[in-house]
């Protein structure tokens, strides 16, 4: 593996129409047949409607045990309430950094009857030593996030660093990356990613060339791009109206994975636990 060289594009996946909770359509770009997962990356959804009757049913209370749930707004506001008295609203640009660790019931509902609705979640694992560990939130609202010119690109760093500027998330388990990257046609955009850590590119306005020469590859909305090992990737706009990716990369855990929905553990045995704890009310 030669870690000084550019990377390109592994593979593109195409993301799933599907529906969650209590009914929200959403598309399932990771954790689906075609990529059940990213290590470290267990999910990612994309929501995205003008039409209230695919948002307003939100997440009425669920549990969450033994990973990182990553909350990224664009437009539109959700209340957020958990059973440790924890409660807030994320609006328009902020992010909600939630380990779970180990369990907490809440829901996630639309604090809005009408209008857009757009953001994405991410979910991250976390290492078996940090399952267990008490919840906890980073809550940054859009203020918080740095915002800036590289080249002709606009950057949001929510997590990583860019042009010696770093994001509000700290996570060193997984050593997040995760940039919000706006790309006028023409323009380009190149930025090193350390050396072994899973990354990937979703475009979800326009179309954008990644990775060069042989191993590049043009990615439309709502494609995901596997990025290959190595160092730096390039991502270049290929839209007349701007293109809008999420370049996002961390450092994969390598353990054994046992996940039923909304628990993620290491072990059958761990998982049965998540169940009858959170049946017996110990979340
Ligand atoms: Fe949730």
Known sequence: MNTSSTRGVARLVRGMPTSDGAGVKLTRVIGQPQL????PFLM??????????????GFPDHPHRGFETV??????RMRHRDNHGHEGVLVPGSVQWMTAGRGIVHSEMPEQQEGRMRGFQLWINLPAREKMTAPRYQEFGPEKIPQLQSGGASVKVIAGTLGGITGPIAQPATDPTYLDIELPEGEVFTHPLPAGHA?????????????????ASTAKAHD???????GAVTLEGRAAATTRVILVAGRPL??????????????REELMQAFQDFQSGRF
């Not at 390598?254 to 072990?267: D, H, I, L, Q, S």
């Open 36 to 39: 059940p997962d990213l290590d």
């Open 44 to 57: 990612l959804d994309e929501f995205g409607t003008d039409n209230p009757g695919d948002y307003i049913a």
């Open 71 to 76: 909350t990224y707004m664009l437009n539109g």
């Open 199 to 215: 990354a990937f590119v979703y475009v979800y306005e326009g179309s954008a060339r990644i990775g060069e020469g042989e191993a």
């Open 224 to 230: 995901l791009a596997v990025l290959t090992e190595g």
């Open 254 to 267: 390598r353990e054994p994975v046992a996940k039923y929905g909304p628990f993620v553990m290491n072990t």
